[in-house]
């Protein structure tokens, strides 16, 4: 019923990789949510998803995928729900290729988390794990382009007075 990888990453590279696979898959993560000893990542993928959906409304108790990541031995554990077990049940064969689909992504992702960056990078998926991802930026506090109803940029302001100290 469970999809397994482990990996030797720590957790907080397997948040990194997951991310990285996830975008690869053209998904997302909606969420992480610390469980217990266990962290859970929200993916979203609109496509496939609506394709569920639309095809079978009782995937909405399986939507969104989640993949659990907790420590086992030496190394990190993901799990995650198999989409081809949870449709068996509706005993519908029609829905067995849209299963697999949603099941194909799981494992792809597992499988790219699972593994250390140097490996997946050998597999010819070089990407960087430097720096921040879009997904990891925070826009709250950032300053806006305009800061009023004339257009004025805080560049402009600067050393007027009007929005820092006089120069001097």
Known sequence: MLLERVSPLRLIDVEAALRRAVRRRRASIAAVEPAGSATVFTILQPEL???LLAAD?????????RIAAFAAGD????????????????ERVDLQALAASAESM???ILDQAARPLTQAAAGGHAESGLGATEDQMNMR???PQRIDSRGSKVEELAGTGEQDSRGG
């Not at 409304?57 to 995928?65: D, S």
């Not at 198999?82 to 068996?88: E, H, I, N």
């Open 49 to 51: 998803y609506g394709m």
């Open 57 to 65: 409304a009782r995937f909405a108790a399986l939507l969104p995928c």
């Open 75 to 90: 190394g990190i554990k993901l799990a995650a729900v198999s989409p081809v077990r949870f449709a068996s049940g509706f």
């Open 106 to 108: 799981l494992n792809d």
């Open 141 to 143: 506090g950032a300053v």
